[in-house]
């Protein structure tokens, strides 16, 4: 999954290789923690205006989406989407900023998790 997005992003690198570090000795890795750190590292980016990856960052997010099996597209959208509309990431920035970038799939992921946190509509 990740090999793409530090193709396109490379200052996610050492991010990776500290996930990469800390969990070693696991035989699986808890990808949906990475996702987060991409989350962190994605409204970094927005909050000091360094935006110019972020285009090619949901260009693969969008790629995860669409090509992805399920449980890439599970952990897509719950490990990576959801957690960039968490508040509590954003302390001068908004989750309605991201939209700009997001590709088809993921704006209607985006919108189907902001309906179920709402309470709008029950997840499947």
């Known amino acids: 999954m990740f090999d793409v997005l530090l193709e396109v992003d490379p200052t996610f690198q ?3 290789d500290a996930f990469l570090d800390k969990w070693r000795d ?3 890795l808890p990808l949906y923690l990475a996702l987060g750190d991409l989350a962190r590292h994605a409204v970094g980016k927005l909050e000091s205006g ?3 990856e972020l ?3 949901f260009t693969v997010v ?3 989406l669409a090509d992805g099996d399920e449980l890439v597209q599970e952990a ?3 490990g990576l989407l959801e957690d960039l509309q968490n508040l509590n990431l954003h302390k001068s920035t908004s989750p309605d900023q991201l939209k700009q970038w ?3 799939l993921a704006a209607r992921r985006w919108i189907e998790a902001e309906r ?3 309470g709008q509509i029950a997840k499947a």
Do not use: K, Y
């Open 76 to 78: 897509a959208t719950i």
């Open 116 to 118: 179920f946190w709402s």
């Open 62 to 64: 969008e790629r995860w």
């Open 55 to 57: 285009q090619q960052i």
């Open 26 to 28: 696991q035989i699986e």
């Open 102 to 104: 997001l590709g088809p």
């Open 50 to 52: 360094r935006t110019d």
């Open 14 to 16: 050492p991010v990776w």
